[in-house]
């Protein structure tokens, strides 16, 4: 069984924060809304739209994509049934007319889809669509083999013989996350991408089992077909059923889309943010270096900027006459992200006889400055947090738990207890460990081009050396020091990981399986009990029941501190004031550019 | 003449080998394992024996797909220690860590017996069934047994045996497989040391492989222009560097001709003015000129001339004009260059700086001469002089610096692409480099080397036309 880690589409992504090479994971977040929106009245069609990307996409493919990038542009194409609606933050239904019927053993999802919903020649999107989408997915031979593992407990689709629109879905075993995991991937056409049908007389259990499909020359000649240039790049090759056509991609420098003049959306009575889309064109402009984009944002060549980076954002807000603030609204929705710095915890003995003691590791927790850190390396943008859980996700977050304070002197007494005592006098505490005596030294592991680090390592270091703690700063090239992580060869990193709206499913991160054989357990975290904890919250479909489990893991997570918990870092965006109806929430990407307006006064652009 | 150029191109070839063996062998020896990092992004659950399995076939197919199947070079040159087989272990680090063994033990039917009782123990461990309460402590044994296949050093040997056994000793009758596997590995390991033959690694021991290997596989594809695919988006490296190339000819050319075009009459001018006013502003201006970086360069035009606040020439970044690929071939060419005229001035005042420095020092050099006095005497006009009969003399030092117009233009200008949102060939090779990005990287390392040797023959060529007395055919 391979439900795992997070599903693909709200993906909570590992990034180490100390690489420098900016990731950027699809994932949720929270907050909403500063509605800068000066000017009411009803929505009108036009202007342009035009979004800045630090990169291009690897493809604009439904499904052979990574780039974080291409997340943003595929939305306005392809669609699911269940989206993140940015202001109740919720899943709600977009193709699907409404939340599935779940069957009692929540193993099935019957879901419809909308009367109106069609594919651009008019074309109803069906429950064969979906089905098909499935069997791209579960294609155990594609170029997207991640997506294979987060779907393969989907067993059957079963399409009404009598309403095509109407279809159920079956999984293998019961899973929290199982009707926004079914309800979370891009439909697509199979008229369009499978005309011959190559798929059809191939099952999704044959998928799901390698040993089935084995060299299938019908399944071969698909997924050379289905993975070809022309679904990638080519504008004739990208048909989803979302309000914008892909027409222009200049490599390197912009991807552009239209909007579809006659879409189904716009036939949906009732109103909200899947069924609008008003800008002519969405243009994401591909600009390397983030202080040219800001440049071209004050020069009007740019409307929409994630990620501004924090001196910058901090002066926008403190000189009110910058001229970015003329034509720009400034946005921060707190995010689900967790930075924190991972110990390695590995019980002895492991590579450091250190920090397997759980005082040594309280200790430091206690010995870091976490609102220094907040202040001076992230500017102020984000709040203390006391564990992986975001305190957004209310239904999870135990909210007795305190983060532990910056206290020099609890350390020291804490370091007292665990037996460190500096008895030679020479400024670090030692201890005799098997006969050897071994002096207090950890090794903070940073990765060679990241910028926040050596700030974060130097204000650490300060701190520990008052309660006698020699923290060795290692820098290290970042495949090396990912290749360190995996064997639990190393003392102390940081990364941050990011989360969403969903509760959160700590299989990835926290459970022992992930420990031994070089997955995200890093920290060795984790014994039979919590491991049964995490498995129980997975198959625990009652949010109300989940609580408890998620609260007691909390605790012992706060309890063992295999990570020092720094902070929820804010976004920090500029969107330029001619919108209306700019939501903004950290939920990736962060804002809905199909909501945007312009009133006709303000438009900047006229039609084409 | 014709002869020289032929020798010179024959010469060529054996540098060209050379170059791309070298650059082929750094490529292969970055650190950390490139196959790990790609093929770990696809497999999740691996605890499992079956996903074991999985993972192990993802890192094998990942690894054969980027072509690092296979010894690396035609052949090895290393001692009679080492086996010609050491290729065919899978992972990187596992290899590395026989290497070190063998370079110290120097036995290898004792190493290769010891690693082997390593895997299979590592296979009993995770194949142990234990009660739940053990949960730790076999996943602890299991990541030591894993650890043990790719270390090497005495100290870390011991280490993780130490390791396992102080669980096992806690365990015995849970763990007794592992006992067994313990005591084969620790007999295999004293085998190893005891018979160690350290003489064999001072032997020196030549492997031949034949042309089924790495190097000769990239070469191949490389002259036959199949150039590889990119590891970040599959696309065909070829593809990739076609689309970069014409905005960074365009711009290395154009700010090649437009440094040469400034930089010779300045120079030129600065010596008729020697010692003059003039000629000490000249000199001034350029030495600020040349020491500012161009990159500083880049944001001081941008400020001052892609800035509503001060004068909005010039667009700030990118090639096109929002919609500008609705508009008729010749609007969107002059868009093209209105884009791209900024970086380009910055992009050649650097050149300007030091050509004309270049030129300045040869024609003073030149204008002492005897001759140039005679031609004065002679009565010609000073314009005829100094263009006429100085140039041709004092321009040839200036030539050499042609050789580096051509992996001018391909390597690209890195920085001022960045900063201008250029998508051309330097800025492909930066992005290359953080995504770890090979075919890219060491396709433009290649094309650059030979493009360099090109530039450097077609120098000569020049000094040839420009200097009579320079004949290459009697050499």
């Known amino acids: 069984m391979k439900k795992n880690l997070l599903l693909a589409l709200f993906t909570a992504g590992l990034l180490l924060i100390f690489t420098g090479c900016g990731s950027e994971e699809n994932g949720g977040g929270e907050t909403t809304t500063t509605n800068d929106s000066t000017s009411s009245g009803e929505p009108v069609f036009g202007d342009w739209i035009r979004v800045h990307t630090p990169s291009d996409p690897d493809a604009l493919h439904p499904y052979a994509t990574t780039h974080g990038s291409a997340n943003m542009i595929k939305e306005l194409m392809f669609q699911y049934l269940y989206d993140f609606d940015i202001d109740t933050k919720q899943m709600t239904p977009v193709l699907a007319k409404d939340y599935a019927i779940v069957s009692e053993d929540g193993l099935a999802f019957t879901f419809e889809m909308r009367d109106e919903a069609t594919w651009d020649d008019g074309s109803p999107i069906t429950g064969y669509d979906y089905a098909f989408s499935v069997k791209c997915i579960l294609n155990p031979i594609s170029e997207s083999p991640h997506l294979r593992g987060y779907y393969s407990f989907i067993t059957e689709v079963q399409v009404d013989p009598n309403n095509e629109r109407r279809f159920t879905v079956l999984t293998e075993e019961p899973f929290f996350l199982s009707e926004f995991a079914v309800a979370g991937f891009e439909i697509i056409s199979k008229e369009f991408y499978d005309p011959d049908g190559r798929l059809d007389n191939i099952t999704i259990a044959q998928l799901r089992d390698d040993s089935l499909i084995a060299d299938n020359p019908y399944l071969t000649a698909f997924n050379k077909a289905f993975h070809d240039e022309k679904f990638k790049r080519d504008p004739e090759g990208i048909y989803g059923s979302g309000p914008y056509r892909f027409v222009n991609w200049t490599t390197g420098d912009n991807i552009t889309l239209e909007r579809k003049k006659e879409w189904w959306g716009y036939k949906v009575p009732k109103k909200g943010w899947p069924f609008e889309a008003y800008a002519d064109k969405v243009i994401f402009k591909s600009i390397p270096d983030r202080s040219t984009a800001l440049r071209a944002a004050q020069a009007g060549e740019i409307d929409v900027i994630r990620d501004v980076p924090g001196d910058e954002f901090t002066k926008y807000i403190e000189e009110k006459d910058h001229p970015i603030n003329q034509d720009f609204a400034l946005h921060r929705p707190q995010s689900y992200t967790y930075v924190y710095l991972g110990l390695n915890a590995c019980p002895p003995p492991g590579r450091t006889p250190v920090l397997a003691d759980k005082k040594v590791r309280r200790a430091l927790a206690h010995l870091t400055n976490v609102n220094q850190i907040i202040e001076t390396v992230y500017n102020g943008y984000g709040q203390p947090i006391v564990g992986p859980i975001s305190p957004l996700n209310v239904n999870e977050y135990n909210d007795n738990l305190k983060p532990v304070p910056f206290d020099i002197d609890k350390a020291k007494s804490l370091l007292d207890e665990a037996g460190w005592t500096d008895s030679d006098a020479d400024g670090v505490r030692d201890k005799v460990i098997g006969g050897k005596k071994v002096p207090l030294e950890i090794e903070f592991m940073i990765s060679s081009s990241s910028q926040t680090a050596p700030s974060m390592a130097a204000i650490l270091t300060n701190e520990a050396k008052k309660a006698g703690v020699r923290i060795n700063v290692v820098k290290k090239e970042f495949s090396k020091l990912t290749e360190q992580l995996k064997s639990h060869n190393f003392d102390m990193f940081g990364a941050a990981f990011n989360g969403s709206p969903l509760p959160k499913d700590l299989k990835q991160v926290w459970h022992t399986d992930s420990w031994v054989n070089r997955g995200s357990n890093y920290t060795c975290f984790g014994n039979a009990h919590t491991d049964s904890l995490i498995m129980q919250i997975r198959v625990t479909l009652n949010p109300d029941d989940r609580k408890p489990l998620y609260h007691e893991i909390q605790e012992i997570i706060q309890d063992e501190q295999p990570m020092i918990f720094l902070m929820a870092p804010e976004e920090r965006m500029i969107i330029h004031k001619r919108f209306a109806n700019v939501n903004t929430s950290s939920i990736r990407p962060g804002f809905k550019v199909q909501q945007f307006w312009t009133p006709a006064e303000k438009r900047k652009f006229d039609a084409n | ?475």
């Open chain 2, 1 to 475: 003449m014709l002869r020289y150029i032929l020798r010179r191109l024959l010469i060529i070839v054996p540098t060209m080998f050379a170059i791309m063996s070298l650059s082929f062998l750094i490529s292969r020896n970055t650190p950390g394992d490139l196959v790990d990092a790609l093929a770990s992004a696809t497999d999740e659950e691996r605890s499992s024996a079956r996903s074991r399995d999985q993972a192990k076939k993802e890192y094998q197919r990942v690894k054969t797909e980027l072509g690092l199947d296979g010894p690396v070079f035609y052949f090895s040159l290393t001692s009679l220690a080492q086996p010609d087989t050491l290729h065919r272990i899978l992972k990187r680090n596992e290899r590395q860590a026989l290497d070190q063994m063998i370079a110290r033990y120097g036995n290898w039917p004792e190493i290769s017996a010891y690693y082997h009782a390593v895997c299979a123990a590592e296979e009993a461990a995770f194949a142990l069934k234990t009660p739940p309460d053990l949960l730790n402590e076999t996943n602890n044994v299991r990541l030591y047994f894993n650890t043990l296949r790719y270390v090497a050093t005495e100290r870390e040997i011991e280490f993780n045996l130490a390791a396992i056994d102080s669980v096992t000793a806690l365990h015995p009758a849970e763990m007794a497989p592992l006992t067994v596997e313990l005591n084969n590995i620790r007999a295999k390991r004293r085998a190893m040391v005891e018979d160690a033959t350290p003489w064999k690694t001072y032997v020196p021991a030549l492997h031949w492989y034949g042309f089924n290997n790495q190097f000769h596989r990239w070469m191949w594809n490389f002259l036959t222009l199949d150039w590889g695919k990119s590891f970040q988006d599959r696309r065909p490296v070829r593809t990739k560097i076609a689309e970069a190339l014409p905005w960074s000819i365009f711009m290395g050319f154009l700010s090649f001709v437009i440094a040469y075009l400034i930089a010779i009459p300045v120079g030129v001018y600065s010596v008729r003015k020697r010692g003059t006013w003039q000629d000490r502003a000249v000199t001034t201006v350029l030495f600020l000129a040349y020491s500012i970086p161009s990159f500083v360069m880049a944001m001081l035009v941008m400020t001052f001339f892609c800035n509503p606040e001060f004068f909005y020439l010039f667009p700030t970044s990118g090639v096109a004009s929002d919609g500008a690929e609705n508009w008729p071939f010749w609007e969107r060419m002059l868009d093209y260059a209105h884009h791209l005229i900024l970086p380009t001035l910055v992009f050649s005042y650097i050149g300007v700086a030091f050509l004309s420095r270049q030129m300045r020092v040869g024609m003073i050099d030149t204008v002492d001469m005897d001759y140039i006095r005679t031609a004065r005497a002679k009565g010609l006009r000073e314009r005829t002089v100094i263009w006429k009969h100085a140039m041709r003399n004092s321009i040839l030092p200036i030539i050499t610096h042609l050789a580096n117009l051509l992996p001018r233009i391909v390597s690209g200008a890195v920085i001022l692409e960045i900063i201008f949102a250029i998508p051309g060939v330097g800025r492909l090779a930066i992005q290359a480099n953080f995504a770890y990005d090979q075919p890219v990287l060491i396709a433009i390392l290649t094309l650059t080397a030979i493009l360099t040797l090109l530039g450097i023959l077609l120098s000569d060529i020049l000094y040839a036309v420009a200097d009579p007395r320079i004949s290459f055919s009697k050499r």
